[in-house]
């Protein structure tokens, strides 16, 4: 999809205005960050960090292990059947899955909820061969209705108020009026399962691929994930390299941590193990299996200093603590990957020249890294990405003679104290309300701050001069 | 990650890294965090070649220009045995992320590691360092208190409790929880300028909980994220401010330079 991720001011200026958004993104945010805090310390702070901290090493093992198990996983999945296929980026993985359904003759195939799908642009690429893409995620069904992206990674219509999403039933589907989220949701399951019945190709992601036995892990909650897995004759799953773990144990573990950070839940109401095509003796599922390893950048992030962000299990739960998220929505961001994770992995897989807004678009709260479910340093991720704006884009001259500036007043501090001389006295005696642009920034907002009469350092020779005298 | 253990700071005399904001906006601050000091019997002195940490560069990614303003701070510290900022976010800077600016600068790095290793956000020094956390203080009148957590000392330095400790045993004073205390309050620096109203926004909720507050006064550890609110009080024609929590201490004891246990009662 198109990034736009350079735009995020006027991106951000747009949610800021509207009300309906603001007042359904701190809903929806605050509602996950209180049940994430509830179901992450069921049995207390010391359980839920001991939870955390494995969950991050599980990670952290398997990204420092990830060529090994790579290929171990490739081994076991074709072992149980898997048709395993690598894909260098967005394009080959576009044409791989295209290929497969031209194959099979798929005229119409369902999806259930994936953000690699979403970060290769996989519907657009399929409608315009002629074949139907149907999102059965509710989420992504109404995003899909409505002709928007998802603005979360874990609640894409999480922007959206109920009102809006019945206009949005209303105008594209047959669904009688209703006021009702029950039978709105009724409407959506019955269109479904007809299309279900339909589709000959399933689409889906995979939140993790376990290497040692060779299994997709998928966990949902609408169960729509088991009918694009098992319903339709052919099933493709797009996985990010990144998404290897070594053990079934290892797994377990994480489908515990996942829902807890992400929904608040203990566990997901579907936790699935695709361990191959059906079977001869078995009744259902699909006959063909694609897994795709898609890369599309990531071997770049791993070899850099930002491989640690590989461990990411998009569970959301920055997009719910992050005070900027909250006020701009997910679609600011400009790309798929929204939020503090969005604003590291954007620029990095992207481009930075192609999102250096994003680095900045953090206030340097901090919170984003407690609550990560595998301890992903975000706060200094930003903060050395924005050194890389810095230091390979083109600079803003104001910023850089402001910095420069500023680096050499410091530096002389007879400099540094004439100056804050000069500009106590002359706040002081012009009558300013406003400041000139581009410092109007800050009194739009708030007043002009006094500077004191004298300041501390000059406080501080009386004080001693009362001491000695 | 926690922070590596240090050495306790006890009978040393404090250097007092005063923070330009502090210095230009708010010396008073300044003038009580040493007059707490001195109370305690702690030899005060004040490196007058101080400026800045760096932290507006270093968070504006201006890693060479940062550099250049910490090396004078190192410089001007050198003799330092013990360094104490009213700040959370200025001595994260120099506590938290000195090593990290100089991690491929073996010159300075070992300066670097010594001078991180003995900076102290005040309240911190007091309670952790120093093992105090009773003034003995008084206020003449009851008082309500409140605390907003800034964001990098709560989470940089782990600071939360120390501040509460101080004010809450001093006589008169109560203190009373603040809604989502541990919230950002938006301002970040140049975060502020570059992206003025996505900060405003998120000041705005922030300060939404602070107007219903109960309490008098909400206490904070930075003058940084005090001045973005109290200005933005201001700007909305709201009367309600916040206090550094340093002055409400700095109130509560004598100021004539007694120390404490030296009173006339000679308890």
């Known amino acids: 999809m198109e990034n736009k991720a350079n735009q995020f001011i006027n991106a951000a200026d747009v949610a800021l205005k509207d009300p309906d958004l603001q007042k359904a993104v701190a809903y929806g945010t605050r509602l996950g960050f209180n049940k994430r805090i509830a179901a992450m310390y069921e049995y207390g702070e010391e359980h839920g960090e001991a939870l955390r901290e494995q969950a991050a090493q599980i990670k952290g093992r398997a990204l420092a292990n990830l060529p090994n198990l790579l290929e171990e996983a490739e081994k076991n999945l074709l072992a149980n059947g898997f048709k395993v296929l690598w894909a260098k980026d967005a394009d080959e993985a576009n044409e791989l899955i295209l290929e497969i359904a031209k194959k099979h003759e798929s005229k119409l195939a369902v999806k259930s909820k994936s953000m690699a799908t979403e970060e290769i642009g996989v519907n657009e690429n399929l409608e315009a061969a002629g074949i139907e893409v149907l999102e059965t995620d509710l989420g992504e069904f109404i995003v899909q209705l409505a002709e928007e992206r998802p603005s979360h990674i874990v609640v894409p219509i999480v922007h959206k108020t109920k009102e809006s999403i019945q206009k949005t039933l209303e105008e594209k589907t047959e669904m009688p009026s209703t006021e009702n989220p029950v039978e709105m949701a009724r409407f959506a399951r019955a269109y479904m399962r007809e299309k279900f019945l339909q589709a000959d190709l399933g689409i889906s992601g995979g939140n993790f691929v376990i290497a040692e036995t060779g299994s997709i892990g998928l966990v949902m909650n609408e169960g729509n994930g088991r009918f694009v897995t098992s319903l339709p004759k052919v099933h493709i799953a797009l996985v990010g390299i990144e998404k290897i773990v070594a053990t079934l144990e290892e797994y377990a573990t994480l489908t515990q941590v996942l829902p807890r950070s992400a929904t608040g839940q203990t566990l997901t109401v579907y936790t699935n193990l695709i361990n191959g095509p059906k079977r001869p003796h078995e009744e259902d599922g699909a006959e063909e299996i694609y897994l795709i390893f898609l890369d599309n950048g990531r071997s770049e992030i791993y070899q850099s200093n930002y491989a640690d962000s590989l461990a990411c299990i998009r569970c959301g739960a920055c997009l719910n603590a992050c005070p900027v998220y909250d006020v701009t929505g997910g679609h600011a961001y400009g790309w798929v990957y929204p939020g503090p994770i969005g604003s590291v992995i954007t620029p990095l897989l992207k481009g930075l020249e192609n999102a250096k807004m994003l680095p900045y678009a953090c206030s340097l709260c901090g919170l984003c890294k407690d609550v990560c479910p595998v301890d992903i340093d975000l706060p200094h991720f930003l903060l050395d990405l924005r050194k890389d704006v810095v230091s390979t884009q083109k600079g803003n001259l104001f910023w850089d003679l402001g910095i420069s500036g500023w680096s050499w007043v410091m530096r002389h501090p007879k400099l540094y104290r004439f100056a804050g001389k000069v500009a106590a006295r002359v706040l002081s005696l012009l009558p300013l309300k406003k400041l000139p642009a581009p410092f109007n920034a800050w009194t739009d907002h708030h007043a002009l701050p006094a500077f004191a009469e004298k300041s501390f350092t000059e406080l501080w020779a009386e004080h001693q001069g009362e001491k000695n005298g | ?267």
């Open chain 2, 1 to 267: 990650m926690p922070l590596p253990k240090r050495e306790s700071p006890k009978g040393k005399a404090v250097s007092l890294f005063v923070t330009c904001m502090v210095d230009m906006l708010h010396p008073e601050t300044g003038l009580s965090v040493v007059q707490v000091l001195e109370y305690l019997g702690v030899e005060v002195n004040f490196p007058e070649k101080q400026t800045c940490c760096g932290q507006p560069a270093y968070n504006g990614g201006y890693h060479d220009e940062a550099k250049a303003v910490a090396i004078e701070f190192l410089k001007v510290f050198r003799d330092a045995e013990v360094i104490v900022a009213p700040s959370g976010s200025c001595a994260t800077m120099v506590r938290v992320d000195y090593p990290k600016l100089f991690a491929d600068d073996p010159k300075y790095l070992s300066e670097a590691e010594r001078i991180s290793s003995i900076t102290w956000e005040f309240s911190e020094f007091l309670v952790d360092g120093l093992g105090i956390e009773n003034l003995d203080g008084i206020l003449p009148e009851a008082q309500s208190f409140a605390f907003h957590d800034s964001c990098h000392g709560l989470r940089m330095m782990g600071i939360k409790d120390a501040p509460r400790k101080l004010v809450g045993n001093i006589e008169n004073a109560e203190i009373l929880p603040l809604d989502r205390a541990e919230e950002c309050c938006g301002f970040g620096g140049l975060f502020s300028i570059k992206l003025p109203n996505v900060s405003a926004a998120i000041t705005d909720k922030k300060l939404a909980s602070i107007k219903k507050n109960a309490a008098d006064w909400i206490l904070l550890g930075d003058v940084s994220c005090m001045t973005n609110m109290n200005t933005a009080l201001e700007k909305r024609g709201e009367a309600k401010r916040l206090r550094h929590f340093a002055d409400v201490l700095a109130e509560a004891i004598p100021k004539s330079g007694a120390k404490r246990g030296e009173n006339p009662d000679g308890e």
